[in-house]
Each structure stands twice: as structure tokens, then as C-alpha cells.
């Protein structure tokens, strides 16, 4: 299950639709669903081949208002983009994923505490080794 192209994808997806709506990303997976989210999932070597911001397009009626979360403009550093924080998310579901259902583990990892420390971007804790995010996941609390 290491490197899941398509789950890397889906976790982009989430990143970029967040953003642009404004919305914490566990609520972003709550507004999707998991039906839609199972099908971004499950066809996302096709969604890729298109512009994300076209394919967040098609999906972001799914999210109605948006929010004011904007973990973005809050930043004073460097912004990591929608494709590194994808990444991060896709690392972190695939080490922690215990039984290869990974869109469970999609939903859990971003309904839970890690997912507003990941957004944080006015600190360090998104560009961790993968081994030490897994381990605070597992702790519940950034060690």
C-alpha cells in the first residue's frame, strides 16, 4: 500500500477544495461523504489528467458555504502547497492504516486532533519525519 498514488491525489484534492472554501479539512471529508470520496479516491488516476481546480470544480457543490478558516492567509512563513500537504496526509494514512482500508483511515486521520497540528502551517509540525507523525498520531498528542 506504500505510495498510493490515487490516495495522494484524493489527499490533494482535500487540501486544494479546503483552501479554496475556506473549511477545516475533516470537515471537507464530512461534507464530501464517503461515497464521493471513495469515487475520487477510486478514479483519481482519471481525475489527474485534468486541471484539480476543474476537478474541485465538479466536486465543491458537495461542500455548500464556505467557512473562515484560512490557515493560508494566517501563515507568516513560507506556504507549503496543496500537493505537499497531500503528501503528508497520504504518508500518514498509508503508516497508520492498520488494516489496508484506507479510506477509513482517510476519515479517521482527518476527523482527529493531527489534522488542525497539520494545519498549523506557523509551525513545523506538517514537514515531520513520517515515523514521528505517526508515532504523535498514535499518542494522541505531539510528543
Known amino acids: 500500500m506504500k505510495n498510493d498514488s490515487n490516495l495522494f491525489y484524493t489527499c490533494s484534492l482535500i487540501e486544494y477544495m479546503a ?3 475556506k473549511l477545516h479539512r475533516g470537515d ?4 464530501l461523504g464517503e461515497r464521493t470520496i471513495k469515487r475520487i ?3 483519481a488516476d482519471v481525475f489527474h489528467s485534468e486541471p484539480i481546480a ?8 458537495s461542500l455548500q458555504d464556505s467557512g ?14 496543496y500537493w505537499t500537504i497531500g503528501k503528508v496526509y497520504s504518508r500518514l494514512i498509508e503508516d497508520v492504516s492498520r488494516d489496508n482500508n484506507v479510506l477509513e483511515t482517510l476519515k479517521d486521520v482527518y ?3 493531527i489534522s488542525e497540528a497539520i494545519s498549523n502551517y506557523n509551525s ?3 514537514y515531520q519525519p513520517r515515523d514521528y507523525l505517526k508515532e504523535c498520531y ?3 498528542e505531539v510528543l
Not at 28 to 31: D, G, K, N, S
Not at 69 to 79: G, L, P, S
Open 111 to 113: 476527523s482527529s486532533w
Open 138 to 140: 498514535f499518542a494522541g
Open 124 to 126: 513545523d509540525f506538517y
Open 28 to 31: 471537507v471529508c464530512a461534507r
Open 68 to 81: 473562515d478558516f484560512d490557515n493560508v492567509a494566517a501563515c507568516r512563513y513560507t506556504i507549503p502547497d
Open 54 to 61: 476543474s476537478v474541485a470544480d465538479h466536486f465543491e457543490n
Open 41 to 43: 479516491y477510486d478514479y
Open 19 to 21: 483552501r479554496e472554501k
